[in-house]
């Protein structure tokens, strides 16, 4: 459906901040509930973070909670996701996701439109 191209991810060291981006293509951006998600090596991806369709509720992961900050930009059909005080176990490859529902609770199932990630690596 909607497609999703992340960009923004890098090297930095712990403490440091980064920003990434998640461009959607066509103008049905609003529509969507978006997310973060993260997988560092391993089966599992990650919950990051989640924003209703016009970026009035936010959701976070525990892990991330107080350090980054989801927003979005829906003239610019652009999704963001500030990073901040980063540490080595954020290290992980960053996708940006798309889905129809807004909940108490997101997981993976309910996106279903993903980009095709970008790596974070946080050294030290």
């Known amino acids: 459906q909607v497609q999703l191209v992340e960009s923004g991810g890098g090297l930095v060291q712990a403490g440091g901040s980064l920003r990434l981006s998640c461009a959607a293509s066509g103008r049905t951006f609003s529509m969507y509930v978006m997310g973060w998600f993260r997988q560092a090596p391993g089966p599992e991806r990650e919950f990051v973070a989640a924003i209703n369709w016009i970026g009035t509720s936010t959701y976070y992961a525990d892990s991330v909670n107080g350090r980054f900050t989801i927003s979005r930009d829906n003239a610019k059909n652009t999704l963001y996701l500030q990073m901040n005080s980063l540490k080595p176990e954020d290290e992980a490859v960053y996708y940006c996701?798309?889905?129809?529902?807004?909940?108490?609770?997101?997981?993976?199932?309910?996106?279903?439109?993903w980009g095709q990630g970008t790596q974070v690596t946080v050294s030290s």
């Open positions: 996701a798309a889905g129809p529902r807004w909940g108490r609770t997101l997981k993976q199932t309910d996106f279903t439109s």
